[in-house]
Structure formats: structure tokens, C-alpha cells
């Protein structure tokens, strides 16, 4: 382990030799562009100090003015807060080999998670972004850390800020411009010994002494204190040789399917069983990237980290190598010469009027005689008048009145230079007065956009860059995502407009992107992926070992400008046309960012465009087939009783008219066997069938008996016979038959 110490230390100091010799030019250059940036009227950057020492006296002689008007910070914010309002952001595509479109959206809205709970736009982002606009380079760094604020194992990815470019030392012979193909990298910095024993409590035996690197001085070129401890974060990127074997896997359906297979991931068995049945294979690399962390003259902590990449990332300004010597430059190289020629033309004009006098007097000897105090104090004092005199007092002769000289004026040569220089500073940044925020010529919205537009392609090199470097920050985090997210868990995912959703990551799934239900429900056939995602309690699951992604960058405005430029082209669709706003109400109202937008744009969205509307459709057709065939089992129902029902009471009247027969049958016969009798003989059965008749009726003894005939028989009609027959009532109808 010694001597392996040894070697590291020694190939770290030979890295950091050459990379400080390579960039020895640039480092020089940064750090006084730097310093020119933050000029100011106490520090005097902005003027070169052999000549600061001189106007100020310090070599003798009287002080001269010496100004500082920094209007190089100006031109650099504008680029620096361009970005600002400007969003940078990842996007992911699928390309191929079973990825698809639904996984790159999730996969890019976990990177999107990583730069908010990193805070990258306002911190690593920006911090690069300076570096590249002030020094010509900037960078950031991606890491990996337990999640933070949970007693757990995982891990999980954190974007951080490099604060000084300079204290970045690369590998001087990348060719890509994005340096991607850099095989080492390190971060170096002078940490407090106590400092470096409160994180590192374990290793409090380090030396306070420095790596023997180019004659014990720090990167900064300064003496090392005994207090200090300098710390390397060393990245090393190397090959692995490996082996790929065109494994036989068999399917349900009895086929084989050839899957190729890394053999450092295989089961030994495996291996062995594909070199028996002389599987075919071939030799191949895959890269990987080491970390040291060296500290003094000590590694106190290395091994493999989950990246194929160096994680460094640089934002290039503008990079050249000249003679073998390296040199990068921001926007405020180009403005040193035009801002000194500012601050001297300035200083020039304020000297030149510095040193005239005050307006004088011309006057007559003999017309102050007397007065000579009052005039002494004349350019001093606001005396309400000047007395003088009019005559010669020896001969009366007159005397001209004293005449003012013309005032002292500075020099039109310098304020000729300051405008010249001004000038100057916007042709070398193509920021010109309209850019910079003062009036110009145009009035229409397009004119004033393509003056905005010629600005912005002047300097779109920084833009670009900062693209090719979000590039490059993607493919290191879509790399390494399935090293990190190696087991099943729940992963938060944030959408462009800043929307929070939650969403798995499954390395065993079956599919790059498939939808998780909740128990007991089920997808209808024929269903979306947008319409089971939508369904309440789904999660959508992800496996990123499945297939292949790519990145581009998308460095524009930001969600919060775009939603607002959105805004202002509805407004003018909906003045020209109002009648549209049942249409788009539910649109131009999301687009708005006052209170309650959002809830009047929900009560405005048409129901069409809710993705539940067609889960809601097909369950009422479901209901309405459901519905039907209980209707049509009702019926049935309703049917068979309604004919138990009529021949129950068919049942019921045969029984009614079949007792009918018999009595009218019983009557017949016995009336049949009355009429064979004598008319005379049958008045006493006659009257006692009567009374019985009268007795069913509710009449009871001869005492019940009315005086009258019978009201029965007062309603027979006038035409019956006499002697005719009557009949007893009917017991069915109630009436008398006669």
C-alpha cells in the first residue's frame, strides 16, 4: 500500500506540474482580468501601478487626479444577468434499444429534482457562469452524498459550485471542446488546519506541509503557512478490459434469445456454461473514474465512484492555445484598453480644469484705489456689489468699468477621447446604448427585438458554451443514475413549470416505463399510457438500464418568462378576436400568474380535455350494460309473476263460476220439481222461501218484517206475470231473479 501511495502522490505532482505549466499564462491573465472587474475608486485595478504611484505622488511631486469609472462591470453584468433570467436546462431523448419517450420525460424530470435540491441554477450554474465571463472559465462539480435529512443508505446526486476557476487543474491534452475526453482532473485548495481536523477528525496527524509541488507554494503563488493544509480532490479516469458474451437466455415459449452480457456481471456458472457452448464474445473496455482525496502529503480516503466521466465541468468563455501555452479570456479582456483610455480621459479633463483659475478681473489700478480688500475677495465672496471708481481723482478724466475675462474651459480633446472610448467598449462587446438600456431610434416591438437579437448573437458564444456544458452534465448523471439507483425506490420528479410528482425506479422492471395500479384495479383494454398514469393512486415505474438516451441542452428563458410571453400573445389573440375565449379560456388563464388563475382555468377546461373523461365514459357504458341486463331480468321477473298472478285468479273465478253452475244446477231442479206441484199448495214454500231470502238480507223474526210488501218485490217490474215465479237473489250479484 506504500509504495502504491507513493506512485499516487508522485502522479499527482507530475499532473499538477504540467497543467500549471500549460495554463501559467492564463492563471496570470485571469487573475488580473478578475481585478479589473472589480475596480473601484479605493483599489485602483483598473490602473497599472507604476502609473497610479506616479499621479498619486508617491515618488514626489503634487498629486493628479487619478478616477476610476468602471464601465466594464456594466457590460459584463448584462451578459451574466442575461443568463440570469434565462433558464438552463437538461433535456433527455429516447434513442433506441428499448427506451422510450415516457422514461426520457421521467429520467429528465429527475435531473430537473437534482438541480433544484442542489440549488444549481442560483449557485453552481451562476458561479460558472461568471468564471467564463470574468475569467474565461468556470466550473462545476457533480457528487454524489446520502440523502440528505433521512436516516437511510441511499444516495443520491448533488450539483455544487467551484468558487475559483483557478483552482481547477485538468488534463492539458482534451481535444473535445467540452473537454469530455479529459482523463484527470483535480480541485485544489488551502483549508485551515483546524478546519481540515473538524471534518477529517481521523486524520489530524497530516502534515500542515504541502505535496512537494513547484517549490512549496500554493496555487495562488503565495507561501504555504504551517496553519494550512492543502487538500487535492483527484479524479482519475481509466479503462476496464472486460469481456461480452452473447448469452442464450430461453423464453417461455421455448425460443432462445441471444442477449448480450458483460462478464463482470455474470454469475461464474454462466460464464463457464457460455465457454462450453463456445458462445460468441469479444474483448471490450468500459471507463471508469477513481477519487482521491489527498491531503498534505496523505491519501486519506480513495476508491471507484459510480462515473464514466470526470465530474468537473467546465463552462469555456473563449479558449485558444498559442506556442503550446494555453490562454482563455472572458468579456473583460476585450475592455481593458478602451476602459483605461475611459479613466484617463476622464482623470485628463478633470486636471486640465482643476489647474485653471478662476475667471479674473481686468481693472484700472485707479478705479480699485481704495477698494483693493473688495476685490481681493472677489471670486471668493458673493458680495452684493463691487464699488469701484468712474473718474481720476488727479484730473477728472474718466475710467473704464472692470471687465470679467472669460471662464476656464476644459479640454474638448478629452471629452472628444471619453466618447471615443465609449464608443470603443461597445463595439468590442456589441453592446450597444440600446442594449445597455438607453433610448434609441426604434419604436416598433420588431426593430427594438432586432437590436436585442444583434446583441445577443455578438455574445451567443457564452450561450453556446453553456449549452455544450449542460450536454456534457447530462450524459455524466444518465451514466451513472443506474450505479446510484440500483434498487427499487421512489424518486421525486419535477416537471418544466416546477410541478412535484413521485415516480419508481425499478432496475428489475420489465420495461423502460410502465404503469403501476393500485391493488384491486385493473386497466380497460384499449387504454393510453396518459390515461392509466392518470388513473388516482397510479405510479409510474422506470428502469434506466433499459435502452439509451441522449441529451441536448436547452438554455432559454426561463418557465416564468415564457408563461408570461404566453400570456401577452393570448391577450392579443382574445382583443382581436373575443369570441375565441370559449375556446382558449381555460388556456389564457393557466398562462396567467395573478391568484385564482389557476382554479378559473380549471372551471373554464372544457371536459373533453380532462384525460379521466374517457376512464369515466367507458365505466358509465359499463354501468348502462349492467343496468340493462337487470332491467331485462326484471321484466322477466315481473313477467313470470304477472302470469302466476292471472292464473292464480283465472284459478279463482273458474272455482266461483264452477259453484255458480252447481247452485243455479240446485235451483233448477228443485223450481222443476215446484212446478209439477199445484199453484195453491206452493204459497206456504213460497213464503218461506221469501223469508229466508229477506233473512240473508239482514232481516230477522217477524218483528223485522216491513208493513209493506217487500222492497224486493215493490221493484219487480209492472210486467210480470201473475202468478209468476220469483227467483231468490243471486249470491254473486245481489240481485232478485224473477
Known amino acids: 500500500m506504500e509504495e502504491r501511495t507513493d506512485d499516487i502522490l508522485a502522479e499527482v505532482k507530475e499532473r499538477y506540474e504540467a497543467a500549471e505549466a500549460f495554463e501559467a499564462n492564463w492563471r496570470t491573465n485571469a487573475l488580473d482580468d478578475l481585478r479589473f472587474f472589480h475596480a473601484d475608486s479605493r483599489n ?31 457590460h459584463v453584468l448584462q451578459v451574466e444577468n442575461d443568463a440570469r433570467q434565462s433558464q438552463m436546462g437538461i433535456k433527455v431523448n429516447a434513442t433506441g434499444f428499448g427506451s422510450t419517450a415516457k422514461a426520457a420525460d421521467v429520467i429528465e424530470g429527475i435531473i430537473r429534482h437534482i438541480e433544484y435540491q442542489s440549488n444549481a441554477q442560483q449557485n453552481a450554474y451562476m458561479c460558472a457562469i461568471q468564471g467564463q465571463v470574468r475569467q474565461g472559465i468556470g466550473w462545476f462539480h457533480i457528487v454524489t452524498d446520502y440523502v440528505r435529512g433521512a436516516d437511510t ?18 488534463d492539458p491534452n482534451t481535444q473535445e471542446p467540452d473537454h469530455s475526453d479529459m482523463q484527470w482532473a483535480m480541485i485544489v485548495e ?64 421455448g425460443s432462445t434469445v441471444i442477449q448480450p452480457m458483460r462478464e463482470s456481471v455474470m454469475p461464474a456458472e454462466a460464464v463457464e456454461y457460455c465457454r462450453s457452448m463456445q458462445a460468441q464474445s469479444r474483448s471490450i473496455t468500459r471507463p471508469h473514474v477513481e477519487f482521491f482525496l489527498i491531503a498534505g502529503d496523505k491519501i486519506v480516503s480513495s476508491g471507484d465512484t459510480v462515473f464514466t466521466y470526470v465530474p468537473l465541468v467546465p463552462v469555456i468563455g473563449m479558449e485558444s492555445v498559442i506556442d503550446g501555452k494555453l490562454d482563455r479570456s472572458g468579456l473583460v479582456r476585450a475592455l481593458l484598453d478602451p476602459q483605461r483610455m475611459y479613466n484617463y480621459s476622464a482623470s485628463a479633463s478633470v486636471e486640465s480644469v482643476a489647474l485653471q483659475t478662476k475667471s479674473p478681473w481686468l481693472v484700472d489700478a485707479r478705479a480699485i484705489e481704495g477698494y483693493e480688500n473688495d476685490w481681493s475677495n472677489a471670486n471668493v465672496s458673493n458680495a452684493a456689489y463691487l464699488p469701484y471708481r468712474s473718474t481720476d481723482p488727479d484730473d477728472s478724466s474718466p475710467i473704464a468699468p472692470p471687465q470679467r475675462l472669460d471662464p476656464a474651459t476644459g479640454s474638448t480633446g478629452h471629452i472628444a477621447l471619453m466618447q471615443a472610448s465609449d464608443s470603443q467598449m461597445q463595439m468590442v462587446t456589441g453592446q450597444y446604448q440600446a442594449e445597455m438600456g438607453a433610448p434609441g431610434n426604434e419604436r416598433s416591438g420588431r426593430a427594438i427585438n432586432e437590436r436585442q437579437r444583434q446583441s445577443d448573437t455578438a455574445n451567443y458564444h457564452y450561450t453556446d458554451n453553456q449549452g455544450m456544458a449542460l450536454r456534457l452534465a447530462g450524459r455524466i448523471l444518465i451514466d451513472a443514475i443506474p450505479y446510484v439507483y440500483d434498487t427499487q425506490r421512489a424518486v421525486q420528479v419535477m416537471g418544466a413549470d416546477g410541478t412535484q410528482t413521485s415516480a419508481v425506479v425499478d432496475p428489475q422492471a420489465p420495461q423502460a416505463a410502465q404503469v403501476e395500479l393500485p391493488p384491486g384495479q385493473q386497466a380497460e383494454p384499449g387504454m393510453t399510457f396518459e390515461q392509466r398514469a392518470a388513473i388516482e393512486g397510479a405510479i409510474i415505474a422506470i428502469n434506466p438500464t433499459i435502452g439509451r438516451y441522449d441529451v441536448e441542452a436547452d438554455v432559454g428563458p426561463a418557465f416564468a418568462t415564457r408563461r408570461q410571453d404566453t400570456f401577452n400573445s393570448l391577450m392579443q389573440v382574445l382583443q382581436a378576436n373575443p369570441a375565441i375565449m370559449e375556446q382558449i379560456g381555460d388556456l389564457f388563464f393557466k398562462a396567467a400568474d395573478f391568484p385564482l388563475a389557476d382554479e378559473i382555468a380549471d372551471r373554464l377546461k372544457p371536459a373533453t380535455d380532462d384525460p379521466r373523461l374517457g376512464q369515466a365514459q367507458q365505466q358509465i357504458q359499463q354501468m348502462q350494460g349492467i343496468i340493462q341486463q337487470l332491467q331485462q331480468k326484471l321484466n322477466d321477473k315481473s313477467q313470470d309473476f304477472a302470469l302466476r298472478a292471472d292464473k292464480q285468479r283465472h284459478e279463482q273465478v273458474t272455482d266461483l263460476m264452477e259453484a255458480e253452475t252447481r247452485r243455479d244446477k240446485a235451483d233448477t231442479d228443485r223450481m222443476a220439481a215446484i212446478g209439477s206441484e199445484d199453484p195453491a199448495s206452493l204459497h206456504p214454500v213460497l213464503e218461506a222461501l221469501v223469508r229466508k231470502v229477506l233473512a240473508e238480507q239482514g232481516y230477522h223474526g217477524p218483528e223485522s218484517l216491513p208493513s209493506g210488501p217487500p222492497a224486493d218485490l215493490e221493484r219487480l217490474p209492472s210486467n210480470n206475470p201473475p202468478g209468476g215465479l220469483i227467483h231468490a237473489p243471486n249470491p254473486v250479484t245481489g240481485a232478485v231473479d224473477v
Open 44 to 74: 485602483h485595478y483598473q490602473w497599472d501601478s507604476a502609473v497610479y504611484q506616479a499621479r498619486s505622488g508617491t515618488f514626489g511631486g503634487s498629486p493628479r487626479p487619478c478616477l476610476t469609472i468602471n464601465k466594464t462591470a456594466q
Open 153 to 170: 443508505f441511499d444516495q443520491d446526486f448533488y450539483i455544487k459550485s467551484v468558487p475559483d476557476p483557478r483552482s481547477v487543474y485538468s
Open 190 to 253: 488551502e483549508m485551515p488546519k483546524a478546519e481540515f481536523e473538524r471534518l477529517y477528525p481521523a486524520h489530524k496527524d497530516v502534515s500542515g506541509a504541502p505535496l512537494s509541488i513547484a517549490g512549496n507554494t500554493d496555487y495562488r503563488g503565495q507561501e504555504a503557512g504551517k496553519d494550512v493544509v492543502r487538500v487535492f480532490r483527484y479524479y482519475r479516469r481509466s479503462e476496464r478490459k472486460d469481456t461480452l458474451w452473447a448469452v442464450p437466455v430461453p423464453q417461455q415459449d
